[in-house]
């Protein structure tokens, strides 16, 4: 099989990993990758929201499945414009990608459905904000209502600060918050059959015990051993099916990786967020221990054969990644500063560029993360920080606690 993955940061470098793994895979090419991605695939320089260019740049390589890694391109089109050459490709229609692309258009298809999530208004003013704001009380959850690269949100109990977002961004969606420590489940979906991932949990805001602001992600581990038991199947059954059941009835059928953002609350689950591929960083703890070969499982949803894909395998033990961040990320990120360290296998790049004289270089906000696996939690965990402190970049920050209340068994689920 010839896989054509686009995108290129950190989330792509590991898929890229698992894709690399797979028997099946006979040639892997990355469009426009990261020098970590090249120690394992062939790079292209593609831009990835040009659905022309993506899908010129398949038939060309003769890509048998074209995976497509980041939110911006699915929304743009690159998987229709990839599909209309008759190549199968893992990731959702536009139209279906907008479960992420449009806050506004995941409630209502979530309030179709019956999914169970936070209340919430679309508002486009400062008077109907002020108004949502007033129901729902602080903590004041205001989120962009389009994309925004994983930091369109704010949740603070700080009024000013939950007004001004809503400003800056035009429209919004605003929620009442949601109590509870909070999950993210992958789910690999031909538009009806539909395979679970193992639950993992994120780290969205920049600094120690969840402080400051939101960013993309500064880390994250799997699996989750203060889970509910069932807290998967239920997923299934009262938000991942009834999606897709509503998505096939409004002609748009999603197919590819549902992302579903949740809050484990005291009255059980709710969804905070879809979003329309994989997360990142918890992609690169799930596929470290993904047993099934990742080709063959993306190639099923893309082609309408998932039901009859073998039950997944996962390997022992637990997984954990620490995302290095460049100096003044995330409002300001500085680039260009030498990285060293990053060239060792666990060390996934995600903003990174290489010089003609094979200097690395950041080149993003979140520079690279390193990623372990270990026999439980806590010996990944010191593995994944080992990996970290090695890693020199002048300026350069990380969180200190990713896992940390899990390891100690302090993750509580409000009763």
């Not at 022992?316 to 990053?342: F, K, L």
Request: charged share 20%; aromatic share 4%.
């Amino acid at each position: 099989m010839r896989v054509l993955l686009v995108g290129g940061g950190g989330r792509e470098h590991a898929l890229a990993l698992g894709l690399a793994g797979d028997p099946s895979v006979t040639a892997l090419i990355a469009a426009p990758g990261n020098p970590g991605i090249a120690s394992v695939a062939e790079l292209r320089d593609v831009a990835p929201t040009d659905p022309a260019a993506v899908a010129a740049l398949a038939v060309e390589v003769g890509a048998d499945l074209v995976v497509i890694g980041p939110e911006a391109p699915l929304v743009a089109g690159v998987a229709d414009a990839v599909r209309a050459k008759g190549i199968a490709v893992f990731g959702p229609s536009a139209e279906a990608a907008r479960l992420e692309g449009s806050k506004t258009f995941a409630k209502d298809v979530m309030t179709a459905a019956k999914v169970p999530t936070a209340r919430a208004y679309t508002c486009t003013e400062q008077e109907s904000t002020g108004r949502a704001l007033d129901e729902f009380g602080p903590p004041y959850v205001v989120k962009n209502d389009g994309l925004a690269a994983g930091k369109g949100v704010v949740v603070t109990s700080d009024r000013a600060v939950a007004e001004e977002h809503a400003q800056d961004c035009g429209r919004v969606v605003v929620e009442e918050y949601l109590a509870g420590p909070e999950v993210s489940l992958f789910v690999v979906t031909d538009g009806e059959a539909a395979l679970p991932l193992l639950p993992a949990q994120d780290f969205k805001r920049v600094g120690d015990g969840d402080t400051g602001p939101n960013t993309g992600g500064m880390g994250a581990y799997a699996p989750l051993p203060w889970a509910p038991p069932g807290l998967v199947d239920e997923v299934m059954r009262d938000v991942v099916h009834p999606t897709l059941v509503e998505m096939r009835r409004r002609g748009t059928p999603f197919a590819g990786l549902l992302y579903v953002g949740l809050a484990i609350t005291a009255v059980g689950p709710r969804v905070i967020e879809f979003n329309a591929r994989f997360g990142d960083p918890e992609t690169q703890v799930v596929l470290a221990l993904l047993e099934t070969p990742l080709a063959g499982l993306l190639h099923a949803a893309a082609t309408g054969t998932l039901a009859a894909h073998p039950p997944l395998r996962w390997r022992d033990g637990a997984a954990v990644t620490v995302v290095v961040a460049a100096e003044g990320y995330p409002a300001a990120p500085r680039t260009g500063d030498v990285i060293t360290g990053a060239d060792r296998p666990g060390v996934i790049h995600a903003g990174t560029r290489r010089d003609a004289d094979g200097t690395l270089r950041s080149a993003g906000g979140r520079v690279v993360c390193g990623t372990a696996t270990g026999p439980d939690l806590a010996a990944a965990r010191d593995a994944a920080y080992a990996l970290v402190r090695d890693i020199e970049l002048a300026g350069s920050h990380h969180r200190t606690d990713i896992a940390a209340a899990a390891v100690a068994g302090q993750v509580t689920v409000p009763a």
